[in-house]
């Protein structure tokens, strides 16, 4: 009975607040003669506020013409915002700088939808090894991070050296599919020297240095076993293709809206996607030496620790996880 209560009550709170936004709506539009649209395009900066702001309003519309803008083809984006225009009574001519902020916001909104349909295209699809397209990417993957080492067969052991489990890295896709070989090639062949080095440091891990804080909180047996084990790699590739699902997670969650509405001055790309990839191997490599784990078994651990930092940067309106890749300089102020 109690839960029923509660529930009844969540229930009759919801639609109180949403009758008191729509009055509070209403009062507004008679005070400033704007409609919320307006009022968000004119009073908040281009970037993930304001498409943030206009995706909601859009969403939590009553009427079926703006619920439905935010999932329309990008081609019928133009004729969405003239219908828009219209259904507000917005004179176009007057107001002429409207229009462009809401085809701004529309095409990273549908954008973004239509980067999560990309994406999980290629998630969805298994590496087979009789694709030749497959199977050249593979063997790219393998001369971008091993340019001055001849890769002896396709089934070789030599596949480790990179981070695969076995012989045959076919079997490390399962998980995400094409998509992480798209990413991992990706970051191979567009960063190369980074990439490199990131494989180098996961096979041959540098010790970083112990403060004398740090050395006060072990006992000697636990400072023995830290010094022996203080140093630990990982699996290059089979890292790759676990930050490639943290990646997409981030993606399907809605929480990369953010990033990628501060970095796109229009729709998001798979590039876009990539690149962030890019930029969570860097910092995830050196989350890993920092966090200076005591052996493998911890990454879980640590990848838990390190998805929780990047969310709650997330959360940061102003936040662009990796400007040195975006198109933010040519981010108009529409």
């Not at 009550?9 to 009055?23: D, E, G, I, S, T």
């Not at 859009?58 to 969405?80: G, M, N, Y």
């Not at 001055?265 to 890993?288: D, G, I, R, V």
């Not at 990047?310 to 108009?332: T, V, W, Y």
Request: charged residues 25%; contains cysteine.
């Amino acid at each position: 009975m109690k839960h029923f209560l509660r529930m009844l009550f969540q229930v009759c709170l919801y639609f109180y607040c949403k009758f008191l936004w729509r009055c509070l709506k209403f009062v507004m539009r008679k005070l400033t003669g704007r409609c919320e649209l307006q009022r968000i395009c004119y009073s908040t900066k281009p970037g993930a506020s304001r498409t943030m702001k206009i995706e909601t309003s859009l969403r939590d519309s009553k009427s079926k013409l703006l619920q439905t803008s935010v999932s329309v083809h990008p081609d019928a984006i133009e004729k969405t915002i003239e219908d828009i225009m219209e259904l507000k009574k917005i004179n176009p001519d007057i107001n002429p700088q409207l229009g462009i902020s809401l085809q701004a916001c529309l095409l990273q909104i549908v954008g973004y939808r239509n980067l999560i349909a990309d994406v999980e295209k290629l998630r969805r699809e298994p590496y087979d090894s009789d694709n030749p397209q497959h199977e050249e990417m593979l063997l790219k993957l393998w001369k971008f991070l091993k340019p001055n080492t001849p890769l002896e067969s396709r089934i070789s052991k030599q596949w480790c050296e990179i981070g695969f489990q076995g012989d045959d890295p076919k079997t490390d896709f399962r998980g995400m599919g094409l998509l992480g070989l798209y990413n991992l090639q990706y970051f191979a062949e567009r960063d190369a020297a980074a990439a490199q080095q990131v494989l180098s440091d996961s096979l041959h891990p540098k010790c970083r240095d112990i403060t004398k804080e740090e050395t006060s909180k072990f006992s000697k047996v636990e400072w023995e076993k830290k010094r022996m084990d203080k140093a630990i790699g990982y699996s290059f590739a089979i890292v790759g293709i676990n930050i490639t699902d943290l990646a997409y997670n981030l993606l399907v969650s809605g929480a990369l809206k953010t990033h990628f509405y501060n970095i796109a001055p229009e729709a998001p790309t798979l590039s876009h996607f990539q690149q962030t990839f890019c930029y969570l191997m860097h910092e995830f490599h050196k989350f890993w030496i920092e966090e200076d784990p005591m052996d493998i078994m911890e990454f879980n651990r640590v990848r838990e620790k390190f998805r929780k930092r990047i969310i709650k940067q997330l959360r940061n309106p102003d936040m662009a996880l990796c400007p040195h890749f975006a198109a933010s300089e040519g981010l108009i102020n529409m």
